[in-house]
């Protein structure tokens, strides 16, 4: 099955930089990476998602990159803030027959140093 | 907006009971996920069901069941509860599109703590 990693465990940046939180998947039919965030006491909630056949997607301040050779995606943080203090997950999905079963990263706890 | 909810945010049972977590959506999604979240291993997939009354094993299944009667309810059962069983429990659910690209995002519950005595 899938196996998704995820680096580092932990995160500390100064406010105002940026963070860059990276994971890597096994299975090559895998074909779409969603990353979630996790705020303390608060539900998992999809910040951005990226398919297979895109190479960077963007929306403000994150912007997720893909490189399917490598099967490695990363998640980019720019002028981070104190909101984005939270843990981050990504994840994978391979697509059979229209059921999609994602498979977590164990989480980055990101901290946001004021 | 999606709205996925599971009935008790926090729960405690003895070891040996039948536990029944359960979870409703609101959305007429087909797709539905029990996950389970211990610190340091993320979120793990304990059953997933992607149509009613069927069902499919996810990564660890082992001392849990799972029902679904109607499409909007995805219960989670475990049959004799074990201490080894305490954790956060996350329920999602998610359309189904068939397609190439048809992965659609998961929407989850605000989660049932679960402590097993």
């Known amino acids: 099955g899938e196996n998704v990693e995820q680096h580092p465990s932990t995160l500390s940046v100064q406010e105002g930089d940026s963070a860059v939180i990276k994971c890597t998947y096994s299975?090559?039919?895998?074909?779409?990476f969603p990353w979630y965030k996790q705020e303390l006491g608060k539900r998992p909630q999809l910040i951005i998602d990226?398919?297979?056949?895109?190479g960077e997607k963007k929306d403000q301040r994150i912007a997720v990159t893909l490189n399917k050779t490598a099967k490695h995606f990363s998640l980019h943080i720019t002028e981070t803030q104190p909101e984005d203090s939270a843990v981050y997950f990504c994840?994978?999905?391979?697509?059979?027959?229209?059921?999609?079963?994602?498979?977590f990263g164990t989480g980055t706890r990101l901290t946001i140093i004021p | 907006d999606v709205k996925v909810t599971q009935s008790s945010r926090y729960l405690v049972k003895r070891t040996g009971e039948k536990v029944f977590l359960e979870c409703v959506q609101d959305?007429?999604?087909?797709?539905m996920f029990w996950y389970r979240q211990d610190p340091g291993l993320g979120l793990r997939l304990i059953y997933f069901?992607?149509?009613?009354?069927?069902?499919e094993k996810g990564d660890i299944p082992e001392g849990y069941s799972v029902s679904r009667e109607k499409k909007e309810r995805f219960s989670l059962i475990l049959e004799s509860a074990s201490t080894n069983q305490t954790s956060m429990y996350l329920c999602?659910?998610?359309?189904?599109?068939?397609?190439?690209?048809?992965?659609?995002?998961?929407?989850f519950g605000d989660g049932t703590r679960l402590s097993i005595l």
């Open positions: 069901s992607y149509d009613v009354k069927m069902k």
């Open positions: 299975d090559s039919a895998s074909n779409y």
């Open positions: 959305m007429d999604h087909e797709n």
């Open positions: 999602a659910s998610s359309l189904s599109k068939w397609g190439q690209f048809s992965n659609q995002p998961q929407h």
């Open positions: 990226i398919r297979s056949n895109v």
């Open positions: 994840a994978a999905s391979p697509l059979y027959f229209g059921n999609e079963k994602l498979t």
